[in-house]
């Protein structure tokens, strides 16, 4: 009998040790999430880097089939404008394609060779991320398509 009180005091005692020292590293300023700022062009840079980067080769070959019949060849793209806290992507849910793909992205940027920049461009992608990394898909259920291609002259 004494036995079980022991190990039943040891229990008490063990539970309370780990829950105290929970809620103790949980009110811990280094766990704090930050306050990130509601609307900042900062952000908007580097999510535009960030999503140019990650659909790179998409872009490339849309600016390469677009300017292929102009006997151009695009090496390179900048920001579409002169404003480097510019957001050169958008992204918009809730779309026509929404029965195939997740949200819409619009990208705006400048094609450019090695001698001069070709103009503004501005990609409209319909993209579904939980397919990248699948193989064999139908072109019906590709992970990213093409589905409009504006250009302005410089």
């Known amino acids: 009998m004494k036995i079980k009180r022991f190990i039943m005091i040891i229990l008490l005692v063990s539970s309370f040790t780990i829950s105290t020292y929970v809620s103790a590293s949980n009110n811990n300023k280094e766990n704090e999430i930050p306050n990130?700022?509601?609307a900042n062009s900062f952000n908007n840079r580097y999510f535009s880097y960030f999503i140019t980067d990650l659909y790179h080769k998409e872009?490339?070959?849309?600016?390469?089939?677009?300017?292929k019949s102009k006997g151009l060849k695009p090496t390179g793209y900048g920001p579409s404008?002169?404003?480097?806290?510019?957001g050169m992507v958008s992204i918009y849910f809730g779309n026509d394609f929404s029965d195939k793909f997740s949200y819409?992205?619009?990208?705006?940027?400048?094609?450019t060779t090695d001698k001069k920049?070709?103009?503004?461009?501005?990609?409209?992608?319909?993209?579904?991320?939980?397919?990248?990394?699948?193989?064999?898909?139908?072109?019906d259920y590709a992970p990213i398509?093409?589905?409009?291609?504006?250009?302005?002259?410089?």
């Open 104 to 111: 819409m992205l619009k990208v705006s940027l400048s094609p």
């Open 59 to 67: 872009i490339m070959e849309a600016f390469q089939s677009y300017y």
């Open 117 to 139: 920049v070709l103009g503004r461009d501005t990609l409209y992608f319909a993209v579904e991320p939980s397919r990248q990394l699948m193989k064999d898909l139908p072109k």
């Open 36 to 38: 990130f700022p509601e």
């Open 145 to 154: 398509k093409l589905v409009k291609y504006e250009h302005k002259e410089p």
């Open 81 to 86: 404008s002169e404003d480097p806290d510019y």
